[in-house]
């Protein structure tokens, strides 16, 4: 029987370890969009290999700071070096890479619910981060946003395990922060903990005040001893970029629509009504979850977790969506589980319970499937994507490669996505226009950073502000390329002479 038993619970957990694996082999790409946040994370990672520094990427122009910071922290680019030296600026590798993250996370997650709630409730919340068709579709992006919620958890799972060495969560817990500074959440979820079961964890205290303080250095030896992230252009210029009051607000209703409504609503037919269902039920399941938290003394350092990460998102002016709220994802889940769990004990005899269970999860199936269908309609999901628009496109690639003949190193070049166009070309003078029609303000920007040169793209967003100056000064500027997708322009300014081949 014994034997029986371990054979059987084999089999249960590779089953679960296929299940978790499957989706990582599908939605992989060769070619990235142009979303130039990965264009400036390869480069970093390029950087620490060269020796070069983490500043020498772009130039930055903190009036569009919502383009990003002069240099990430340093966490994503050291992950990406190893690749980036075995493999080159190759995307089908940091593909591959950012699809074991995303394995690597819902194993993670399975493992830690499971200690709390058993196999099938912990299954079923690894399972609907899994076969999200919203998360499928993002893990083409070489972005850190999956990365850093590994380590989120990996952090909150050591850091609940009482034989597990302080020193492995005090590392996870930096390189967590390292990845992303919004990971400075856990030292709040830390100090929550310690408060609600101070009785308990005061001799904690000092343990606790140690492993923040040794990790903080950390972090701080990292970004600014080892690799120095310059002081300048950081996320306070974003920080700084609208006005404090005015989108507190706005974040608060939109990430609550971003929850409410990552539901997918069926295209047709009665599956519509589920999907609907749960919208308007979130904020009452989520505040039902939180009251038997509550109640029963429930709550952990997932839980305080969340409600540090929430204020910290909710203060951020940029509003990206549910790739924000990838952190926070499997506590959402769990709280629609506790509460639905709840409430079929409640009403229902037991007899039914399993049925209703077995109903409600074919309808999030369905639910899910028609949201697959929505965004992958006429895609080979197990094909690798070479044609996604951005730079690596055929006209990308010749717009690069003329620049690569025909400027010189260090010629300023303006363009929406500059940190793709440095990637590429090599030429780390490009920099991103205003966002303004203001065509003094622009040829001032302009003047002052001596550009001689200017790519415009209609199909990415942000180019009509460059396309207005650019038809406003028609007699001061000369087409010297164009595709079907660029054009190519030279600035008649005499400074430009020099940096012109």
Not at 98 to 126: D, E, Q
Not at 482 to 490: A, D, E, G, I
């Amino acid at each position: 029987m014994p034997a029986t038993n371990s054979t059987l619970k084999f089999i249960l957990y590779a089953g679960i370890f296929l299940l978790l694996l499957f989706p990582c082999f599908v939605n992989l790409n060769s070619s990235h969009n142009w979303g130039s946040d990965f264009a400036q994370y390869i480069h970093q990672s390029k950087n620490i290999l060269l020796g070069l520094s983490q500043a020498d990427t772009y130039l930055y122009n903190q009036e569009f700071a919502v383009n990003g910071p002069r240099a990430y922290p340093m966490g994503f680019p050291l992950l990406l070096a190893p690749l980036y030296a075995i493999f080159g600026n190759h995307i089908l590798a940091f593909s591959l890479f950012i699809s074991s993250c995303l394995f690597a996370f819902n194993l993670l997650i399975f493992f830690f619910f499971k200690k709390r709630y058993g196999v099938w409730v912990a299954l079923i919340i690894a399972l609907l981060l899994a076969y999200d068709p919203w998360m499928i579709s993002f893990k083409q992006n070489i972005l850190s946003d999956i990365p850093f919620a590994l380590f989120c958890w990996l952090s909150l799972l050591l850091l609940s395990m009482k034989r597990v060495p302080c020193i492995w969560a005090t590392i996870s817990l930096a390189f967590t922060i390292l990845i992303r500074s919004v990971g400075v959440a856990c030292y709040g979820a830390l100090l929550l903990q310690l408060l609600y079961r101070y009785k308990k964890q005061k001799r904690l205290l000092a343990a606790m005040m140690i492993m923040i303080t040794v990790s903080a250095l950390l972090v701080y030896s990292v970004n600014n001893l080892l690799f120095d992230i310059p002081k300048d252009g950081t996320y306070w210029d974003q920080l700084n970029s609208k006005n404090f009051p005015d989108y507190i607000f706005q974040n608060i209703v939109y990430y609550y629509e971003q929850i409410k409504f990552h539901w997918f609503k069926g295209e047709s037919g009665v599956w519509r009504a589920f999907p609907n269902l749960l919208r308007i039920l979130t904020l009452p399941v989520i505040l039902l979850a939180l009251a038997l938290k509550v109640k029963f003394k429930k709550l952990e350092l997932s839980d305080f977790f969340c409600f540090s990460f929430l204020p910290l998102l909710i203060i951020w002016p940029p509003q990206q969506g549910w790739r924000f709220l990838i952190a926070i994802a499997p506590i959402i889940y769990e709280y629609y589980l506790l509460s639905v769990i709840f409430l079929l004990k409640l009403l229902l005899p037991r007899r039914l319970q399993v049925a209703t269970s077995c109903l409600l999860l074919f309808a999030v199936a369905v639910s899910y499937g028609q949201a697959f269908t929505f965004h992958f309609r006429g895609k080979n999901i197990f094909a690798i994507d070479d044609t996604i628009a951005g730079p690596n496109s055929k006209e990308a690639q010749e717009v690069f490669a003329y620049i690569q003949k025909h400027t010189k190193e260090d010629a300023t070049i303006v363009f929406t996505k500059p940190r793709a166009l440095s990637l590429y070309t090599g030429r780390k003078r490009a920099m991103v226009q205003n966002l303004t029609d203001d065509v003094a303000v622009q040829e001032q920007l302009f003047l002052k950073h001596q550009v001689c040169y200017f790519l415009t793209n209609p199909e990415i967003v942000f180019n009509q502000h460059l396309q207005n100056f650019l038809d406003a000064k028609r007699d001061d500027v000369v087409l010297e390329f164009q595709n079907k997708s660029f054009k190519f322009y030279r600035y008649k300014k005499d400074f430009c002479n020099k940096r012109t081949i």
